[in-house]
């Protein structure tokens, strides 16, 4: 009995101190005293709750800008809030949650402000990588304009002229890649492709202006941009020598079917790595000690490498592309061309 009066009394004195009963007063609100908690908690944490947010010193928000490596800090206050329902709709465009775990408005208005300094660009994987091509020439031309010098070569391609390999040159390493180690293939590879963009690229650049002027020109010029963004996954794999062994050798085929011209071999080997001729298993493919015939087909050589990933497709159609400019810049005799003069 006595622990009962002594928590009733100190349950009394807790409440007289927070001034929600007085001596002519003898009761009080339940939510009274929930908001004084609520306060008390947020004075120690030293947070703010909602309704505390909105109550916040505006000369936080009058700093002058922050620089490059304070942009990403949370505690730097912006310029203006936004409003909740606003918040709410720019988190759902980037798939974020609207509200994490005990999080008030102003901390989730600090996480899309973070966020969309991190992540500029929403849904980037279902761009057209074609518009973004043609974007960026156009904005490359604008930013001469600017300039205001007239120069009719604003209209070329870069063309990196450290790079001083020739055909001649892959032709003579031509052996090295049926018998050279996988090293050596992957640099003569590499070394091939960047010659093919590199003469696409001289192409290109020696169409007339009004040519380089017109929608089709810019397309062209677009589609060569677009094959080199494709094909670095597959020139960084080759020029670090990491390159898988399967894709290896359908590439290696390739290659050396376009120096000496067979096209029709170079396009059945283009088929074979895209999309292969793996069979389709049908019920259980291992029984016992005993393989089922036709088990050795399947292996990964096989495997339609287009559908492994998104960047595989990619560089596989830029390496498509290479074999057409190739055949079109390097005719040869029909019966090896694939849709001579197509």
Request: charged letters at 35%; hydrophobic letters at 35%.
């Amino acid at each position: 009995m006595d622990f009962l009066k002594a928590e009733i009394a100190r349950k009394r004195q807790q409440l007289e101190k927070h001034s929600l009963i007085a001596p002519d007063k003898k009761y009080f609100k339940r939510d009274d005293l929930r908001r004084v908690e609520e306060k008390e908690y947020y004075r120690r944490t030293g947070r703010y709750d909602g309704a505390a947010s909105k109550q916040l010193d505006e000369s936080k928000y009058k700093k002058a800008p922050a620089n490059e490596d304070e942009l990403v800090n949370t505690e730097s206050q912006p310029p203006e809030l936004l409003t909740r329902s606003e918040v709410v709709l720019r988190l759902r465009a980037r798939n974020e949650p609207i509200r994490l775990f005990d999080e008030t408005d102003l901390e989730a208005y600090q996480r899309l402000r973070r966020t969309e300094m991190l992540q500029p660009e929403v849904n980037e994987g279902m761009r057209n990588d074609l518009k973004v091509a043609m974007d960026s020439l156009e904005g490359q031309l604008v930013e001469e304009a600017s300039k205001g010098v007239e120069d009719n070569t604003k209209y070329d391609i870069r063309i990196n002229e450290s790079e001083t390999d020739t055909l001649d040159d892959i032709k003579s390493m031509l052996p090295d890649l049926t018998s050279g180690d996988s090293k050596r293939k992957q640099d003569i590879i590499y070394r091939y492709l960047k010659v093919l963009l590199k003469l696409w690229a001289v192409q290109l650049n020696s169409r007339p202006l009004d040519v380089k002027q017109t929608r089709k020109g810019a397309l062209a010029s677009a589609n060569h941009a677009q094959t080199g963004t494709y094909l670095k996954p597959l020139l960084d794999k080759l020029y670090s020598g990491e390159l898988q062994e399967d894709i290896l050798d359908s590439v290696c085929v390739i290659v050396r079917e376009l120096v000496q011209g067979d096209y029709v071999k170079a396009n059945d080997a283009y088929l074979q790595m895209a999309i292969g001729n793996a069979p389709w298993p049908m019920g259980v493919t291992m029984v016992g000690i005993h393989a089922r015939p036709g088990r050795e087909k399947v292996f990964s050589k096989n495997v339609a490498h287009v559908l492994n990933d998104e960047t595989q497709r990619k560089y596989i159609q830029a390496l498509k592309r290479l074999m057409t400019f190739c055949q079109n810049a390097f005719p040869t005799d029909p019966s090896r061309s694939v849709e001579y003069k197509a």
